[in-house]
């Protein structure tokens, strides 16, 4: 059975593709943190995760930031021997894995990790030229960023992707809606929806999606559903806007 995430580097940044590949490091952020190397699970301690996290999810930094971000509680000389100490253990399990350039700590380029593939292929639909291996990309994508992890850095990081992803695939249901694949873009909307329920834009996008098929009872189904949704959790109707979208004599009236 292939690991987790594997889907995610079907669609990598072109600058990355034919980047050396003798170790073939994947990291995987979402949903749990997992390194594999060559097809085989590299285990890391804490600190060492936490030191790959960063710079896979920050870029090239600078000692003085990884060590004001990673161990903003102790002197400096006690988080230099924590870094030294995590990069040690690492390159253990993981051998130039993290690269020192001068006073830079850098993550290898050829390294694969699955953020980076959802960045970009997010960034090409957003861009309106999507292809089918990244909106794969995209709809495959599941999981929240390094969940149980509560460093400000990460939080902030997982509400980024969860609203880049949101917005592509919103994008990539209107763009699929357009070419006449109706089944993939039903996807992509009702994915969006698993996320966050009560998103109207991706609501709004099914109910279009199933009245470009012609679909007039499954629109009105499917308004009902997030009418209901929205009355129990927020007690508001839907917007008129997408009440609009439903033809003139179906059109509910607001509750009393």
């Known amino acids: 059975m292939a690991a987790a995430g594997e889907g995610y580097f079907r669609q990598q940044d072109p600058v990355d593709r034919g980047a050396g590949q003798s170790d073939g490091y994947r990291l995987h952020l979402l949903s749990s943190f997992l390194l594999r190397r060559k097809n085989a699970t590299v285990t890391l301690p804490m600190g060492s995760q936490r030191l790959l996290a960063f710079l896979a999810l920050q870029g090239p930094a600078p000692r003085c930031a990884v060590l004001g971000t990673l161990w903003p509680d102790v002197t400096e000389s006690l988080g ?35 953020i980076h593939a959802l960045n970009y292929s997010a960034q090409v639909i957003l861009g309106q030229a999507s292809q089918a291996p990244v909106g794969r990309v995209v709809l495959d994508a599941r999981g929240d960023l390094l969940p149980g992890w509560h460093d400000d850095w990460v939080i902030f990081e997982r509400e980024r992707l969860r609203q880049l992803r949101l917005h592509a695939l919103d994008a990539l249901a209107g763009q699929l809606t357009v070419r006449g694949r109706y089944a993939e873009a039903l996807e992509a909307a009702m994915e969006s929806t698993r996320i966050e329920p009560l998103r109207e834009s991706a609501n709004r996008m099914i109910i279009a999606i199933h009245l470009a098929e012609d679909n007039v009872a499954e629109a ?14 927020l007690g508001i109707e839907p917007s008129a806007r997408l009440t609009s979208m439903l033809p003139a004599p179906l059109r509910p009236v607001g509750r009393c």
């Open 220 to 233: 009105l189904r499917h308004y009902g559903l997030f009418r209901d949704l929205l009355g129990a959790e």
């Open 80 to 114: 230099r021997g924590s870094l030294r100490t995590a990069m040690w253990r690492l390159h253990v399990g993981a051998p130039r894995l993290i690269q020192a350039l001068g006073d830079m700590l850098v993550l290898r380029p050829d390294a694969q990790v699955d």
